[in-house]
């Protein structure tokens, strides 16, 4: 800790931080998941907390995500507050079921009377040369579904903070944690913790353009922004944050004001999370817009396995400085 | 509800200015009725309605100028609205089905590219989105240029005044541009004997009062719109392809004394005897110099006629007036050395051109059409 009261932590830290409060808090709060017991959690963010909490809340499943996912909304629907984790995202096509017809489903199915109060955490992102099944961004499958709340955590202050907030809510709620980010270091304030999980936030206030991103995206956007400014374009960058529900109000405010967006992603182009901002920024805020909403998204190709290749299929800060000289016709 | 626009009047109307409204909310309007009073370049217009109904609402302010195609006033109506207009006409003239906002005009318009916000702007601050040059990606025009402008003080769209004649050559200069740009013209010329023409004339105005007498112009017309029944290939306008047009309205070159010309349309000159030419030529010409034109005559004409006179030189080449296909053009009728079977003898001598698009035709319609004129020419009993 220095004397402004920050903690420089990995994005791993706070997200085991995170855990670790969430149990101490509350004993019906328990952490279920494949290797996240002995072996410590296939990324090692549970490493320990067998040792600390036990067998009975450090739990050992079977690989069967459809079985352990659907394990953890019983409990869930019994009054437990599970953390399901699933390793990444790619194996949650296996729990598709479970979390769109049960968890999404059973408040609705009940009249109301029963809430699926389950967080399920998903490592995800590109960049590791996973290859094509191992790489990818399903954001934008899970935020297409009336029943979940959708949160990304782009930033370590959300690593750390949103599993508390989730663990609050009474009905479902998915977490994307991004696993490249997880030995990278940032500033925390020494007594960071829950944080908000409706509203979108600006992270580097600007006038020429608005950036929106999410996740994987963030930490690249604000790089751009960074080098932008060197060159006199002063880049607003706005992290979703929240998937689903979408915070209108905090985009329309920020390209009410730039009068430009940029929407970035990692997900494919098509049907992802900037199709739908954008068309609510043309159905909602079309008078204010002084360029076309744009967007840099993943490139429609299963993910390559080649550094090169994968750094190619995603949009990297170089690609958000062209596009955004290009939609400000800065030479 | 009928919405009424602001009419296009011409190729080169791109906006005007509503001087005055003859109608309020509440009045019972039907097809004809001048309901506004729209000063354009060509000076103020009366605006006719082409639906029956009553005035609902009238959106635009006096003196407003807005855009060609805008909506000025919506007119409630118990019958089907605009598509049915047919059915409301009376039955006699239900072949005139053209209103006048299906004008195609607006090209220049949505040839500009402008962002949602800077139109706002411009429109707030009464800018004209023409006079300002795009910045932004595809050249579009953005907020920062349209502040630039502002400040740069391009003037407002209404203290911009200028005077009727200038702004008449700029009609003209902006309408002949874009013909001589984009239209490849052909030019086809033709002599016509003149002499039975004109005995016939002045035989027939011996049994008519002076005030009814014709001159050889209407035959002229009358020639036109008979032979444009036989080869109605160059009455229409070229408009992703050739649109024939069914109406026969010939519009008419008149010179202003100021300088420029207005051309004022005869509507359905192939029903119009002769002496209804006439009549309609005595009334138009006087309103066209007065600047006192309905739209539909500033608007609807699918062919024009350029006819310079007496005393004037004997062959003239018409540029065409876009959106239309075709202009004819008559030089002055002089005496002229007369060839015919092996008979040399002197005749008054009428040339006749006709530039015609070459997109919508070719040679041999545009000579099929002028040896059709010079056949009625030499009948005019049969005009």
Redesign the interface.
Known sequence: MDNNGTLKITYREAIKQAIREAMKKDEKVFLMGEDVGRYGGAFAVSKGLLQEFGPERIMDVPLSESGFVGAGIGAALNGMRPIVEVMTVNFSLLAMDQIVNNAATLLHMSGGQLNVPVVIRMGCGIGRQLAAQHSHSWEPLYAHIPGLKVLSAGTHEDARGMLLTALQDPDPVIIFEYTFLLNKEAELPANAGAVDITKAKVLRKGKDISIITYGAGVYKALDAAADLNSIGIDAEVIDLRVLRPLDETTIFNSVKKTHRALLVEEAWSSVNVSSEASARIMENIFYELDAPVQRLGGVEVPIPYPKHLENASIPQPADIITKVKKMLQHD | MIEFQMPSLGADMEAGTLAEWLVKPGDLVKRGDVIAVVDTQKGLIDIEVFDEGIIHELLIKEKEKVPVGTVMALIASDKEPVVKQEEKMPAKITEEKKPVEKLPVTEMRHGIKV??????IAVEKGIDLNLIKG???GD?I???DVERAIVENIAPKEERKIDSTESIRMAVAAAMSKSNREIPHYYLETKVDMSKALVWLSEANKQRSVKQRLLPVVLLLKAVAKALTEVPELNGYWENGLQQKDDINIGFVVSLRSGGVMIPAIHHADKKSIDELMASLNDIIPRTRAMKLRSSELSESTITVTNLGEGNVETVYGIIYPPQVAIIGFGSIVEQPWAETGMLDVRPVLNITLSADHRATDGATGSRFLMTVKNYLDKPAEL
């Open positions: 962002s949602p916000l800077a139109k706002r910045t932004g990606e579009a953005t907020k920062e």
